[in-house]
């Protein structure tokens, strides 16, 4: 009996995947569990397996089509199988994610709809908006103007989610600010773009965040650092400290010393996490990841200082499996190797922190004789998820974190 291999949610946050490329051509065999695409999510390019086995009779989605979760792909039966029931009575289909079609003075077939709860594509021409039927009447019951949306389905197709935290009032700001016009390059969003994109909007919307700056002198660290450089040098030892590691291993000792920053809000409870696990933002083509050191606070520097050189290469490579970039209890964002003075960042759920680190940097300082010298001095900035963290309770873990830079030998007995 012909089988339908659907789109799979290969990532935990995944809503839609882009076909990356086939590793089966129709009429090549399967066997369940054998490969058959490449699919690139919102984090990572992964390969996706058929849980049938049997002939490839008809690929459905071309490479660079976007599929959501759950929408076919391809049918896999015995050979010369009539499938045209899987297609609502035809033995060909388009893909499951097709563009609009052009206008065209011929009359064409009527199209061939795939028995899936997939949404509807409004294909249109003439500058036309393409939308899903739900968008359109939650757009026309709310007086939302649909060209100052931009969609996260399919080849831009607007679909509900777009659509839930948008109000008239914005939109009609956004028509009344800005003219639209097509010149320049239209750059298509990856996976990972859209779901950043969608992600940040709803906690910026969402969560309640403040923020906490502290300047830390540097002076100790950068001199310890340098000790511990040399000596692993001097071990034949293949690894180097970098400033992100020492700040990454005193964060994780300041969570686990002061366990009331690494918690997550959980509607109707917050949750302390047992273990510290630290997720560090990379920067990728298409956007940012964060792979996660997991307990950091137990781990020597020179094994936090290896893991995160190894995870940030495959991160840039779309390499990373999903538990090497999910379970993080609090993050890390770096931005002073760019020179980066301050800044801060958006925190990532379901954690309730986020540090922002800029660069390290020789500045006046007055020192405590009153005299004026020259300091190493780094400013972080924490930001605090208020529906689970507290002022005071940030302000406690940033002394915490301040301590263990300013006298590392703190966090690494």
């Known amino acids: 009996m012909a089988e339908l291999i659907t789109m799979l949610a290969l990532s935990p946050t995944m809503e839609e995947g882009t076909l990356v490329e086939w590793l089966k051509s129709e009429g090549d065999t399967v066997e369940e569990g054998e490969l058959i695409a490449e699919i690139e999510t919102d984090k990572a390019t992964m390969e996706m397996e058929s849980f049938f086995e049997g002939t490839i009779l008809k690929l459905l989605v071309k490479t660079g089509d976007a599929v959501p979760v759950g929408a076919p792909l391809a049918i896999v039966g015995a050979p010369g199988e009539d499938f045209s029931s899987l297609l609502g009575g035809s033995s060909s289909a388009p893909p499951a994610a097709a563009a609009p079609v052009a206008p065209s003075s011929a009359p064409s077939a009527p199209p061939v709809s795939i028995a899936v709860d997939t949404p509807a594509i409004v294909a249109s021409s003439g500058g036309r908006i393409v939308a899903s039927p739900v968008a359109r009447k939650i757009a026309a019951d709310k007086g939302i103007a649909l060209n100052t949306i931009q969609g996260s389905g399919p080849n831009g197709r607007i679909v509900k989610r777009d659509l839930e935290n948008v109000s008239a009032t914005t939109t009609v700001a956004a028509t009344t600010a800005f003219t639209e016009s097509d010149e320049g390059e239209k750059i298509p969003m990856s996976q990972m773009r859209k779901t950043i994109s969608k992600r940040l909007t709803q906690v910026w919307s969402e969560t309640p965040q403040f923020f906490l700056t502290r300047t830390i002198d540097m002076g100790a660290a950068m001199k310890k650092r340098k000790e511990i450089n040399t000596q692993l040098a001097d071990a034949g030892v293949d690894a180097k400290v970098s400033v992100n590691d020492l700040i990454i291993k005193a964060s994780a000792v300041a969570l686990h010393r002061y366990p009331d920053m690494n918690v997550s809000y959980r509607g109707d409870h917050v949750l302390k996490f047992d273990s510290v696990h630290i997720g560090v933002a990379v920067a990728v083509e298409d956007g940012l990841i964060t ?31 999903p538990d090497e970039y999910t379970g993080g209890t609090f993050s890390v964002s770096n931005l002073g190797m760019f020179g980066i003075e301050e800044f801060t960042a958006i925190i990532n759920p379901p954690q309730a922190g986020i540090l922002a680190c800029g660069a390290v940097a020789k500045v006046p300082v007055v020192d405590e004789n009153g005299e004026l010298t020259v300091g190493t001095r780094m400013k972080v900035t924490l930001t605090c998820d208020h529906r689970a963290v507290d002022g005071a309770v940030g302000a406690r873990f940033l002394q915490e974190l301040v301590r263990n830079l300013e006298n590392p030998i703190l966090m690494l007995i």
């Open 291 to 321: 792979p996660t050191v997991k307990d950091a606070h137990l781990k020597p520097i020179s094994v936090i200082a290896t893991e995160i050189k190894e995870m940030a290469g495959r991160a840039k490579e779309k390499k990373l499996k």
